[in-house]
């Protein structure tokens, strides 16, 4: 996968735009961030998963799906190794990412994250 892959299905996500934050390339959906592309180096991706779907990643696909350190990691943030990714798996975690983004969570919901 290359960053130009990778910010190419980003940006197919419905209404996802691509911006700038930390010196690094963010894709936002709703004015919120679900990935990132070139941190901690330019052969990672990062997507903003919720932490039971990045345990499932990280199980499933352990060379693919690192979680990144501290309270980012442990909140969901997780780095996308972009050498051993493909298309179709990139695809999936970014979608939830974006629907983590887009889809309104409900009053209860926010009370039990926070």
Sequence with gaps: MTPAAFRRIALALDGAV???HGGHADFR??????????????EWGMTKLTPEQQ???VA?????FVPIK???????????RLAE???????????????????????KARGAAA
Excluded: C, H
Excluded at 70 to 80: H, I, L, M, N, P
């Design 55 to 57: 345990q499932v990643l």
């Design 29 to 42: 959906a709703g004015g919120k961030v679900f990935a990132t592309l070139g941190y901690p180096g330019k």
């Design 60 to 64: 499933a696909e352990p060379a693919i």
């Design 18 to 20: 691509e911006g700038e």
């Design 85 to 107: 990714v493909d298309a179709r798996t990139l695809r999936s975690a970014l979608t939830m990412a974006w629907q983590n983004a887009t889809v309104p969570r409900s009053k």
């Design 70 to 80: 501290g309270t980012w990691g442990q909140r969901g943030a997780t780095s996308v």
